[in-house]
């Protein structure tokens, strides 16, 4: 009876461990292994997560040979691995994220994060307008597209030039859709009389000579009458040639110094010479506001020795071909943690070797705790409208 019984359990006992073995195996077939602190756990088969697009960046347009930076939040800049381009021949994208427009196209930059998941931006690239700056006049343009549909109309004098005396500004209007001379095209720095000695009210151009005698023996470039011996005109020459300038005279620009004619560059009253006929408008008056295009700058001239107007546009000016000049912008590797000082030893002058380091631009972004090659764009406009720019490469390693 005993030994029956026995027999039961013993039989009963070897079918639950069969059954257990059974389900043990089931789980390490569907388990993997991690060691945590030199011991094992079971856990679930790992899954990929799918990769999401996360704060997708708003279409950019960019000009053919320009660049600019796509900002990341301080948390992606944490978890970025790095960025793409879908067509590198439309646009190339640093490690900083900067983007240079390189030919007309459309591409998406991508930004890839640690955690699968990234942001993308669609850029558009179009060719660049062309500035109506010439690279002589230090004038301000506006509303050239108003003016050049006002050029089909030659029934209408396009201008009226108004000339504030009290801060030797001139503004000239070309005319809106009623014909009244409201839209300022083109601002202009100029010097009036000392002691309020020109004249101001309402006149028209009367008189035109290329090169003009004027009081005390010099002459004017590019004369235009206004009233009687009022005359806007450049600034005094000893002679009527081209490299006798009174430099300290040109260096006077923008406050009172002539004895009541309207003074302005080489390339201002020229400007006036060729393209504002007989009977053009000329309104003179006091204002504490230069007008609605403000007052530009001056150039002054640093080279006593040279008497040419640096905006004049004759071929044979010393300053024809100058352009402003950036030094100390050199390539540069750094380590990882490191400190990068982008204007660090930068400076810059203009067209007449002025400084102008504090006009300097920077474009780029160098994330100095990521590994990468990072490109910086240092970019430069004088008075004059003419530019300078130099790249460089910021290496972290």
């Known amino acids: 009876m005993k030994k029956n019984i026995f027999i039961t359990l013993f039989c009963v006992i070897l079918t639950l461990t069969c059954v257990f073995c059974e389900i043990g195996n089931q789980i390490n077939a569907n388990s993997v292994k991690i060691p945590v602190n030199n011991a094992e756990i079971l856990t679930q088969p790992p899954t990929v997560s799918p990769t999401i697009v996360i704060n997708s960046k708003e279409p950019l347009t960019l000009e053919k040979g320009s660049a600019k930076v796509i900002a990341l939040t301080e948390s992606e800049e ?83 030039i108004h000339v504030n005396r009290k801060m030797n500004c001139v503004t000239v209007y070309t005319y809106d859709n009623d014909g009244k001379y409201t839209v300022p095209v083109r601002a202009m720095v100029c010097s009036c009389g000392e002691n309020n000695g020109t004249i101001t009210g309402e006149f028209g151009i009367y008189f035109k000579n290329e090169w003009h005698a004027l009081y005390q023996g010099v002459y004017g470039h590019y004369v235009s009458g206004i009233s009687g011996d009022y005359l806007f005109h450049s600034v005094p020459y000893y002679t009527p040639f081209a490299d006798e300038l009174e430099v300290d005279e040109f260096n006077k620009l923008g406050t009172d110094a002539s004895l009541g004619c309207v003074r ?27 007008g609605p295009l403000g007052k530009p700058e001056t150039i002054k001239i640093t080279d006593k020795s040279c008497g040419w107007d640096p905006t004049d546009n004759n071929s044979k000016n010393p300053y024809f071909k100058k352009t402003p000049k950036i030094t100390g912008a050199e390539d540069c590797t750094i380590k990882s943690g490191g400190s990068f000082y982008p204007l660090g ?31 910086i764009t240092y970019s430069v406009t004088d008075s004059m409208h003419r530019t300078a720019s130099k790249n460089i490469t910021v290496t972290v390693k």
Do not use: M, Q
């Open 78 to 160: 944490k978890t970025l691995e790095k960025w793409t381009s879908s067509d590198e021949k439309v646009v190339s994208i640093d490690s900083g994220g900067r983007v240079d427009a390189l030919k007309t196209g459309t591409a998406t930059v991508t930004a890839i994060f640690s955690d699968n998941k990234k942001s993308e931006c669609k850029i558009t690239v179009v060719d660049a307008e062309k500035s109506e700056y010439d690279g002589f006049s230090t004038c301000i343009l506006a509303n050239t597209d108003i003016l050049h549909k006002n050029k089909k109309n030659s029934s209408k004098n396009l201008y009226s």
């Open 264 to 290: 302005l560059a080489i390339a201002d009253t020229k400007w006036i010479y060729d393209n504002c006929p007989y009977d053009t408008e000329v309104l003179i008056y006091d204002d504490d506001n230069p």
């Open 345 to 375: 030893g930068i400076t810059a002058v203009d067209t007449c070797s002025n400084d102008i380091t504090d006009k300097i631009s920077v474009t780029g972004n160098v994330v100095t705790s990521r590994k990468g090659t990072y490109k």
